[in-house]
Every structure is written in structure tokens, then in C-alpha cells.
């Protein structure tokens, strides 16, 4: 991986952190109050749910921690040490935790405020399963990134 490309991968991440923290510190407690102004018979939720939301949204800065992380080991040429193997599971974790937490959201809107609708509940099935998906490639490159472990070290030995 050539020096450019990690260095503006790197800007990128940097830019989405930045976005996911304006996101978690402004527009998240700006919409959960809006909500709970337009609705008052549920208002009572915007607690719990600004917090899994803020959660969902932090879930996604792990990722690209994680990420970071893996483009300095690559950038090192140590991207086959046992380091790179806990990233990939951080962001494993990560993902298949900000799944849960659309789940629940879903089912606090949907059982305690009686207020499914499709508009809510399809997207929040869409990336619920966004997670997952993305958690199940990650567990596919994982096995990869250990069969190409194996090999680097394999060929290490012989040459």
C-alpha cells in the first residue's frame, strides 16, 4: 500500500471521526429534542434512546479507529502480527454491537412507545443487517488475514 493512499485513507477517517463527534455533541440531542417536543407522549424515552443512538454512532468511530490502526501496522509491513488479529475482532464487536443497538431501539419504539412504522422499523432492519453483514466480512478477512499469516511466516523461514 503506497504511502498516499494510507495518508488520505487516514484524512478520511479523520474527517468522519470529526463528523461522528459534531453528530454525538450537537445534531443527536438537536433531533431527540424535537422529538421529544413533537411528541410528548413519548418524550419520557429520549434518554435511553439518545444514549443508544450516541452509542450506535460511537460503535462506528471503533470501526475507524480500528481501521486507522490496521493502516499503520500495513504502512510498518507488520500487518501479519497478532496486533492486526485484535483490530479485526474490536471491530467484529463493534459491529455486531451497533446491530443490537438498532434492535432495541427498534423495539423501544415499537413496544414501549407503540409506534413502529414501517418508516422507522424497515430502515432500522436495513442496518441492523448492514451490521451484521459487515461483521460476517469481517470474520471472512479475518480467516484470510490468518491464512496469510501463516504464509508470511511460513515464508519467512525458508528464505
Known sequence: MTRTAIVLAKVFILVLMLGGLLTQAVMLPIAASQSA????????????????????VFCGQIVLGCVWMLLSLARRDSIFSGRAFGYVDVMIGALVVAAA????????IGFAAGSGTPGLVYPGIGASLGCVALALVLVVMRGLLVKASVQESYLAEVV
Open 37 to 56: 417536543e413533537q411528541f410528548p407522549e413519548v418524550a419520557y424515552l429520549q434518554p435511553p434512546i439518545l444514549a443508544l443512538c450516541i452509542l450506535f
Open 101 to 108: 443497538v438498532v434492535i432495541v431501539v427498534l423495539l423501544i
